[in-house]
């Protein structure tokens, strides 16, 4: 990122003012004088309410809107407050705005109440600007917050990196250059997730699972009980049977009732074979009556039908000639319709010669067709009739033959049952037993289907418990993965806190390199800055072989510091140049931005200072007083610096004048603090 | 019922036979009859004809039994009865008969009409004479075919034997 302008309209002390930065190769500083109070502070905190909207001012924190312009205007009106900077970034120019807008609430209202709020960021392509989508977003992925600390810098700030017990910031400057802070967030996160994997493995409980697989058990187990009854029941009926069969020996081993009972079974196959006989010949007679009977009943009407067109045709009202279509069918045919063969044979030519001869009248077919067709169908007709009676009358004497039959079979069997029943008591005595015996498989027989349907019905229970089961197991597996994933996150966990440890120790050496390269071109000789295993910014002196750490003047502090600062810039711009892909931080070229960077240091260590300051960064942004600024420091920073600014601050008085800052490109007044 | 007249009404005309219970206790449209069924006739068509040459035997006529807008009914068409030749010369004698007409020969649409008038006088007779016990179907229509073929006798075998000869002689002259 390139800065380009910055303009200020109604920010704090500030009514409308703009600053351009240096952006030169060699002349890359812009310094901005100003005293104490007259707006250092409140211009770094404009770069801060730019891109974070984020402002943190010692005194009155809540005033944004300048104070004059509030005092001067009316409850209706409304004061936008806005900061624009235009700047380049990956070959693009941009220019980004936060503007908000405020209305005071009562007469003597100085901080107003915020009304409207909103920030922009256009893009130039070409020559025509266009609105960039979600500006916030881009503002931050530009510049990111986490390290808006290191690149818009409080001087004050300077004295303490190099202290004592001043690990923590070294730590988490480097943490923030690397994006390491993700990982830090990556490795509490999945802490979190292992412990919640551990508590759905936990939920997930084995005891329904346990109960499952105790009631199929039993299920099982009273369907074996059935099993075993059914096996009772079988054997018992089989013994039955055996019974059955025995009784029916003894039955037949009777001298004449075997003969009977013999003769009785056999006259009742003879008896239903006969019935079977009187049924089929009633449904032949069915059968002649359906397809036949009609022609026997039909014989008078298609008579008399005849018979009165022969008249008309005697009168001469339907012509006797056939017609050559009807005749030539019938030639077709070789059959006339009196049933002489028309065949082209010798003994059927003449005939035929005389049916040729008919033809040639020409007289339509149709009514005449078909009386001739009726009347010759007479004799189909009266066939039939013949046919169909005595058909009729073969079936019924047939039939009443088998009735016969029937009736005589009917009677001996009667007979016989006679004959069996006074065969004595203990015939009599079997029969019953036999009865009973018989009645008594049947229950037996039924009792199994009961107990059959039973099991069926446990089965398809146990079937049921089975899927239950196999569910429950597909859960178990479920407890499983979980486990597997709680243990797969404490892994990674694990891993990343080691890939973490060693990314932020290699950072660490990589700033402890060039600390010392920054840090050695400025600081007396003899003297090396590191950055220790601890994150501590130590300043060491070789004395003979040993490295001695020495007691830090605040001037070798502040160098240590700065050079701490500008070896994580360079740093940044490393990576985005070397274009690596990680996953965490793509560096990037950013300003630095410096209120106060020489605190109060003596001569000697500001002429140090100035040196370094202009190569830290590509561009550099020096805020300083009169006093920081006059002797060494404008010796050295004057050649590098393209622009300087100074602020030119009247505190005014409170009730008709307020706290007014100008911006101006040279000097108008010398004067110190 | 000439030539003329023919165009303007169906070249196939159908009949609508309502199906009553002594409809569908003697015939079945499904033609096997060599199921458990004891259907008389094969077909609806067969128990048409049969009740239209009893209807003739009769002389009952009526129309009740046919309606071609009924839902219930069984739909004949005339082509149906003419497959067979014997139906159709039954068809063409009842319209010849009911009005004398030889043009009712051709007249496909009057056939059907004069067939329904007599099918529906025959079903009459039919209800009347079985009743309703149907074991003895078959033998009511038995008696009833043999009574009719005692009453034509020989004398009538007699009478047709001579013009059956008629044609037979000489067919250039007689037929």
């Known amino acids: 990122m390139e800065l380009i302008r910055l303009r200020l309209q109604n920010f704090r002390q500030f009514r409308d003012e703009s600053i351009e930065f240096a952006r030169g190769d060699k002349k890359n500083v812009t310094v901005v004088h100003g005293s104490n109070g007259a707006g250092k502070t409140t211009l770094l905190n404009a770069f801060t309410w730019l891109f974070y909207g984020e402002v943190s001012f010692d005194t009155r924190p809540d005033r944004l809107v300048n104070e004059g312009v509030i005092a001067d205007a009316s409850l209706e009106d409304k004061i936008s407050v806005v900061v624009g900077l235009k700047f380049n970034h990956e070959n693009k120019t941009y220019l980004a705005k936060r503007e908000s807008t405020y209305q005071k609430q009562t007469d003597d209202d100085l901080d107003g109440v915020r009304v409207d709020h909103d920030v922009t960021l256009d893009r130039k392509s070409g020559a025509n600007w266009s609105p960039v989508n979600n500006p916030q977003d881009m503002l931050t992925q530009i510049v990111p917050e986490r390290l808006s600390e290191l690149f818009f810098f409080d001087g004050e700030d300077i004295d303490n990196l190099a202290g004592i017990d001043n690990q923590d910031q070294i730590r988490k400057a480097i943490e923030n250059i690397m994006g390491l802070t993700i990982l830090e967030r990556a490795v509490k996160h999945l802490g979190d997730a292992a412990k919640r994997f551990e508590k759905e493995a936990g939920d997930l409980g084995s005891d329904e699972y346990k109960q499952l697989i105790q009631d199929k058990n039993e299920i099982k187990e009273e369907a074996e009980e059935l099993e075993r009854k059914k096996v009772d029941k079988i054997n018992a009926k089989d013994q039955l049977e055996r019974e059955i069969d025995d009784i029916k020996m003894k039955l037949r081993s009777r001298p004449g009732t075997a003969e009977l009972q013999r003769e009785r079974e056999e006259l009742e196959e003879d008896l239903k074979e006969e019935k079977s006989e009187i049924n089929q010949l009633t449904k032949e007679l069915a059968d002649i009556v359906g397809e036949r009977g009609f022609a026997s009943v039909a014989v008078p009407l298609i008579r008399e039908t005849a018979e009165d067109l022969n008249e008309l045709r005697k009168e001469g009202v339907i012509p006797s000639e056939l017609s050559d279509s009807y005749l030539d069918d019938l030639l077709n045919a070789e059959m006339c319709l009196c049933g002489r063969s028309l065949s082209d044979d010798v003994e059927h030519r003449e005939y035929r010669n005389i049916v040729e001869e008919l033809k040639g009248d020409g007289v339509a077919d149709g009514v005449e067709g078909s009386a001739l067709r009726i009347i010759h169908d007479i004799d189909r007709f009266t066939e039939y009739q013949q046919s169909v009676s005595k058909n009729i009358e073969t079936k019924m004497e047939e039939r009443s033959k088998s009735r016969t039959n029937k009736e005589k079979l009917e009677e001996k069997i009667s007979e016989v049952g006679r ?160 274009d690596t892909d990680s996953d965490y931080f793509e560096g990037g070229i950013y300003p630095l931005v410096m209120d106060s960077p020489f605190g109060a240091l003596d001569k000697s260590h500001r002429r140090q200072i100035s040196k370094v300051i202009p190569t830290l960064a590509n561009q550099v942004i020096v805020f300083a007083t009169d006093s920081q600024w006059e002797g060494p420091v404008e010796q050295e920073m004057s050649r590098r610096a393209a622009q300087q600014y100074w602020l030119n601050f009247e505190p005014g008085d409170g009730s008709t004048t307020y706290p007014k800052t100008q911006l101006q490109a040279e000097k108008l007044t010398a004067g110190g603090d | 019922m000439s030539n003329s007249t023919r165009g303007d009404k169906p070249r ?143 004398e009538h075998g007699e009478e047709l034997q001579t013009i059956l000869n008629a044609f037979n002689e000489d067919p250039r002259v007689d037929i």
Not at chain 1, 455 to 470: H, L, N, P
Not at chain 1, 475 to 484: F, G, N
Not at chain 2, 53 to 81: A, M, P, Q, W
């Open chain 1, 419 to 578: 004959k069996l029943e006074s065969e004595g008591e203990s015939a009599r005595e079997l029969e019953d037993t036999l009865e009973n015996k018989n009645d008594e498989r049947d229950n037996k027989i039924r009792e199994i289907q009961d107990i059959e349907n039973k099991i069926k019905t446990k089965k398809s229970r146990i079937e049921d418990k089975k899927e239950e089961i196999s569910k429950k197991e597909d859960e178990r597996q479920e407890t499983k993965l979980a486990k597997r994933r709680q243990e797969g996150a404490k892994r990674v966990q694990s891993t990343l806190e080691n890939s973490f440890y060693q990314l932020k120790d290699t950072v660490r050496k990589m700033s402890n390199k060039r600390v010392n390269e920054k840090f050695g071109q400025i600081a007396t000789k003899d003297l090396t800055a590191k950055i220790n295993q601890d994150f501590e910014l130590k300043i060491t002196q070789t004395v003979g072989n040993d490295e001695v750490e020495v007691d830090k003047s605040t001037g070798e502090r502040q160098i240590a510091s700065l050079a701490f600062i500008g070896s994580l810039v360079s740093i940044a711009r490393d990576r985005y140049e070397q």
């Open chain 2, 12 to 154: 196939n005309p159908r009949m609508g036979l309502v199906k009553k219970d002594i409809v569908t206790s003697l015939a079945s449209s499904n033609a096997n009859k060599d199921g458990n069924e004891d259907y008389v006739f094969s077909s609806y068509k067969d128990l048409v004809i049969f009740s239209a040459v009893l209807g003739y035997r009769e002389d009952e006529l009526t129309h009740e039994g046919f309606d071609n807008s009924s839902d219930d009914k069984i739909n004949i068409k005339y082509s149906t009865f003419t497959t067979e030749q014997l139906h159709r010369s039954v068809l063409e004698s009842l319209a010849f008969q009911h009005t004398g007409n030889p043009d009712t020969l051709v007249d496909r649409n009057y056939q059907m009409d004069v067939l329904e008038k007599y099918a529906a006088g025959g079903l009459q007779v039919l209800d009347r004479r079985l009743g309703d016990i149907p074991g003895d179907r078959t033998d009511a229509l038995v008696n009833l075919i043999q009574s009719y073929a005692d009453e034509e006798g020989v």
